[in-house]
């Protein structure tokens, strides 16, 4: 796998994009402008759940209004993520928080379509009031998930965890997936 993003790293456009005086740059506002549309509309839906606010308002209606802005600020942010990655795949690859800020992205999004196939199943029944606890609870992950998400993206830019500066066979330096240090690969080679 590092190999394949190691080439992936010397393309000519990966090169260009990460050498680039202001297409970087317009993506990364772009990414993080996005996320208050994409996070913004997901809160609102989310309040709504926790009957803390639109209580008037029925949630089927409000997810049939505001849904449409969550998915196209995720595309934009999924695109625009994707062309970040592209640019310094290497980086990325061995980045603690960008690795952690994934894992916390498939939580969330699981949660999404736990709440669609479940909780949603029975709207009907008790949109225009509170929402049962499967949906309440959907909500209460959804919230905390997309903030960690937000926390785990803004920490990529830190460099406390890079490989260089961890111990070759520690636990995080193994998330990382690090390359060993040549004792440590010499070691490995001669315990298999
Ligand atoms: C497929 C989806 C996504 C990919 C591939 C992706 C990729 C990236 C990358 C590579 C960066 C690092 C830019 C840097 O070096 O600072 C980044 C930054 C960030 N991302 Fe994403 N992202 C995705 C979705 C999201 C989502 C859904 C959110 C929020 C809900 C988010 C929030 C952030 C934040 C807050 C930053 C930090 C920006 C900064 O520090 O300037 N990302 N993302």
Known sequence: ????????????????LRESLYVW???????????????????????????????????????RRILPWTVAGFIVLAATGLLLLYAKPLHYYHNVFFRLKL???CAALANI??????????????ASGKAPFAARASAVISLCAWVSVIIAGRMIAYDWYDCSKLNPDGALSAFADCPRSSEAVAEAAARE
């Open 103 to 105: 894992l916390l992205l």
């Open 113 to 126: 379509i736990y709440f669609h196939r479940k909780a949603e199943a029975d709207m009907a029944a008790w």
């Open 1 to 16: 796998m590092r190999d394949l993003i190691a080439a992936l790293n010397e393309t000519s456009w990966s090169i260009a």
């Open 25 to 63: 740059p317009i993506l990364e506002a772009t990414h993080v402008l996005t996320i208050m549309l994409f996070a913004g509309t997901i809160m609102m839906v989310d309040l709504r759940l926790l009957s803390i606010g639109f209580r008037d308002i029925p949630v089927s209606e409000m997810t």
